[in-house]
C-alpha cells in the first residue's frame, strides 16, 4: 500500500513538471517567439530603408542576430515540449527531435520503424519520448560518437525501443552505485508509465538503452 502511495506521488510531481513544462514552452513559442519575429520584421523593414552604410550594416547585423535567437528559442521550445506529440503522434515527435538535435551537436540520428504505429496516451508518448531525449543527450555528452540509432518496433499489444551508440561506454555498475540521476529518471519514468527501461554498457564498447512499454 505504501509503494502505490509512493508510485501516485510520483506520478503526480512528473505530471504537474510536464504541465508547467508545456505552458512555458507554449509561451516561449506562441508569445516570446511572436514578438521577436514582429521585431524582426520591423528591423528588416527599416533596414531597407536606412542609406548610411555603418547604419545599413549595423542593421543588418542586428536582424541576423534576431533571426538566430528566433531559431535557438524555436528549438528550445521543442525541447521543452514536443507539439508534434498529440498532433503526429510519438515517432514524429522524436524525428522532429531528433532533427534540432542534430543540428545542435552535430551528432547523426538513424531512426528506423517496424510495424505500424499506434497511438498512444499523452503520459505514455511524453514518458518514452523524455527517455529518448535524455538518451540522446547522454549520447552527446559522454559517448564521444558523430552517430547514434533508433530502432522502434510497434507489435501490436507493445512497443519496444533501443537507443544504441558504438562510444566510448562506462562502467554500469559503478554509474549507478554513483547516484546518476539521469539514468534512475529514464527507469523511474517507465515504470511509472507501465514499461520499463533497461541500460546496457560496457566501456569502449557502447551503449545500448532498450525501452518496452505495453500498449494495450
Not at 13 to 33: C, D, F, P, T, Y
Not at 50 to 57: A, D, F, Q, R, V
Not at 107 to 126: A, C, F, R, W, Y
Not at 138 to 144: L, S, V
Amino acid at each position: 500500500m505504501e509503494l502505490k502511495a509512493v508510485n501516485q506521488a510520483s506520478t503526480y510531481i512528473i505530471q504537474s513538471q510536464e504541465e508547467e513544462i508545456k505552458r512555458i514552452a507554449l509561451e516561449l513559442h506562441e508569445g516570446v517567439n511572436q514578438n521577436l519575429y514582429s521585431l524582426y520584421t520591423g528591423l528588416s523593414f527599416l533596414e531597407s530603408g536606412i542609406k548610411e552604410p555603418h547604419l545599413k550594416s549595423y542593421a543588418k547585423e542586428m536582424a541576423v542576430l534576431m533571426e538566430r535567437t528566433i531559431q535557438e528559442i524555436r528549438l528550445l521550445s521543442v525541447e521543452l515540449y514536443p507539439n508534434t506529440l498529440n498532433t503526429l503522434g510519438l515517432l514524429s515527435a522524436v524525428k522532429s527531435y531528433s532533427k534540432s538535435f542534430t543540428s545542435t551537436f552535430g551528432l547523426l540520428v538513424d531512426i528506423e520503424s517496424n510495424g505500424e504505429e499506434t497511438v498512444i496516451s499523452e503520459s505514455k508518448s511524453m514518458a518514452v519520448f523524455r527517455v529518448c531525449q535524455e538518451a540522446m543527450l547522454n549520447i552527446a555528452k559522454y559517448a564521444d560518437v558523430s552517430a547514434a540509432s533508433l530502432q522502434f518496433t510497434w507489435e501490436r499489444k507493445s512497443l519496444k525501443i533501443e537507443i544504441i551508440d558504438t562510444g566510448k561506454g562506462f562502467n554500469l555498475k559503478e554509474v549507478m552505485e554513483g547516484r546518476c540521476t539521469g539514468l534512475a529518471a529514464m527507469k523511474e519514468r517507465m515504470l511509472l508509465a507501465g514499461g520499463h527501461c533497461h541500460i546496457t554498457s560496457e566501456s569502449g564498447k557502447g551503449t545500448t538503452v532498450s525501452i518496452y512499454l505495453p500498449i494495450q
